[in-house]
């Protein structure tokens, strides 16, 4: 081959390896597979430059617009578009970015003592957050509604639903229990218990998950047995 047919091979080779790849956003992932129209993205992009108050992602939108949580949290895990829980954190300007590089310099300091400890919780044991914006960072993350636990107190009936021993190990109380659908609560998700509750009910039972304060989930745990939980006053 002439060296300058050569070469032209060679740049031609250089730039099909170095054409960068265009990252799609959720919102295209969702139009492509036919869960949302174009107009729906629109609108949900529309809402999201006017939205006041608490910052929302396009996904959180799309839910209050009426497009199943589910075929979103599907799409979010299939195409891995799950934002990091530090960086929502940061969205949520709960912390400060030299906050969230000191916990992840902590976090690789334990890994290495053979210690795993999550992000989140490291940020709300070193000061830096509280419980409940954690929990709010959570929900973000995940795409799961978080609800409050007080004053509420399961029944042995309710927590059936999944079992004794199986709801205090994963640490679940049952929200309600219907023919067509079932509601948990967890102090923080585990997606290898989830998927596995969802096949425990896959005759079509829909499973809906939410997230409560850990400390309400303890008392819940710890209560539920209790003769005078029928009643609110203690």
């Known amino acids: 081959m ?3 047919m050569n070469i032209n091979f060679q740049s031609a080779q250089m730039k099909r390896k170095f054409i960068p790849i265009i990252e799609k956003m959720l919102g295209e992932i969702l139009v492509e597979r036919n869960i949302i129209s174009p107009t729906h993205l629109q609108m949900a992009l529309d809402r999201q430059k006017k939205q006041t108050g608490k910052y929302k992602y396009i996904g959180e939108i799309l839910i209050d617009m009426g497009i199943p949580r589910e075929k979103i949290n599907e799409a979010l895990d299939v195409y891995d578009k799950r934002r990091p829980i530090g960086q929502v954190c940061l969205d949520l300007k709960i912390i400060t970015p030299d906050q969230l590089q000191k916990a992840l310099e902590k976090q690789s ?3 290495r003592m053979a210690i795993r400890r999550p992000l989140g919780k490291l940020l709300v044991e070193m000061g830096f957050t509280t419980t409940d914006e954690y929990m709010d960072a959570l929900s973000k993350h995940f795409n ?3 609800v ?3 004053g509420f107190f399961p029944s042995p009936s309710l927590q059936r639903a999944v079992g004794e021993k ?4 994963h640490r679940i109380v049952v929200l309600e229990d219907y023919s067509a659908k079932v509601k948990l609560a967890f102090p923080e998700p585990n997606p290898l218990v989830m998927d596995e509750l969802r096949r425990v009910f896959s005759s079509g039972k829909k499973v809906e998950f939410c997230l409560a304060n850990p400390i309400d989930i303890d008392y819940c ?3 539920k047995f209790d003769p005078f939980s ?3 006053y203690r």
């Open 2 to 4: 002439p060296l300058t």
């Open 230 to 232: 029928i009643s609110n």
């Open 109 to 111: 300091q334990l890994a």
């Open 166 to 169: 199986y709801a205090q190990k």
């Open 148 to 150: 409050s636990l007080r």
């Open 144 to 146: 799961i509604p978080t």
């Open 221 to 223: 745990l710890s209560n």
